[in-house]
């Protein structure tokens, strides 16, 4: 069973990611979290990325999505740290926020083993 919490548009904000990623750092059978339109900014993504680097190897998570959730740049090295350090992450949405390109293809060459809003993975 592949178990996921949809958060869309609940006004989670960044205290609510700060909170979600502390049980990010327990979790062991959420695959799939979605957070799109919730104005967690850069706080909010920095905490997420920051316990998905630190997650144990059992951590079950292979999907994220923080799609328009007014994050910059200011995020990009907790998420590059990320994506490098994370070995079941495999699908990572930042669809409609503001990091621009260059980030992007910084995150590309991260991420070889899987794809930032390419198709589900495994």
Known sequence: MRLQLDLT???????GALSLAF?????????????????IVDA???????ALARAPA???LTEL?????GVTAAAAPALGAMLAANTTLC???????????????EFR???GRGDL???ECG
């Open 109 to 111: 060459g991260a991420f």
């Open 91 to 105: 699908r990572l949405d930042l669809s409609a926020n503001a990091l621009g390109h260059v980030r992007y293809a």
């Open 58 to 60: 059992r951590a079950s």
């Open 117 to 119: 809003t390419g198709p």
């Open 65 to 69: 999505d923080v799609a328009a959730n």
């Open 44 to 50: 909010g993504c920095d905490a997420l990325a920051r």
């Open 9 to 15: 548009h609940n006004h989670v904000g960044s205290d």
């Open 23 to 39: 049980c990010l750092t327990r979790n062991t059978t959420l695959r799939r979290l979605i957070l799109r339109h919730n104005l």
